[in-house]
């Protein structure tokens, strides 16, 4: 664009400027304006206020639904019940000598059982705790 142009665009704007000035408009149409907008704000308003409530009511629901389905009282898990002695073990262990010095070292040596040893089961009043007692044939307890 050259000056010429910007020239007649301002003349152009100062001419609107100025219809715009004499222009007079009444105030029914302003109130009009203002309630025709106060009318969309409420209705705004009502859309929002009704996915609220729907929205707070489907949460509901589902806690309510979260809720019924929780089991009230989980099963408690079975007791593992001995029901067997426990195995005998026979081992005879070979001394080894050490790798440097040459020497026997000491091993231990499992404790060795013989006869079967009785099981006895004792109930608490908590159905959790189960107290589980081995005795030997002789009456000592281990």
């Known amino acids: 664009m050259n000056d010429l142009d910007w020239e007649q665009d301002e003349a152009e704007f100062e001419k609107n400027a100025a219809a715009m000035r004499e222009l ?11 309630q025709r907008v106060l009318s969309e ?3 705004k ?5 009704w996915w ?7 949460a509901a629901c589902i806690a309510l639904l979260s809720v019924a389905y929780v089991p ?15 195995p005998k073990i026979e081992w005879t262990p070979k001394p080894v000598r050490h790798a440097s010095s040459g ?3 000491a091993r231990a040596r499992p404790a060795q059982k013989t006869e079967p040893l009785a099981v006895v089961k004792m109930l ?3 159905p959790n705790v189960i107290i589980i007692w081995l005795v030997d044939q002789k009456g000592d307890s281990l």
């Open 24 to 34: 007079t408009i009444p105030p029914a149409a302003f109130a009009a304006v203002r």
């Open 41 to 43: 704000i409420q209705e």
């Open 45 to 49: 308003k009502r859309r929002t206020l």
């Open 52 to 58: 609220t409530w729907l929205s707070v009511a489907a």
């Open 72 to 86: 009230q009282n989980p099963a408690a898990p079975m007791p593992v019940i001995a029901k067997k002695d426990p």
């Open 103 to 105: 020497r026997l070292l």
């Open 124 to 126: 608490t009043d908590d």
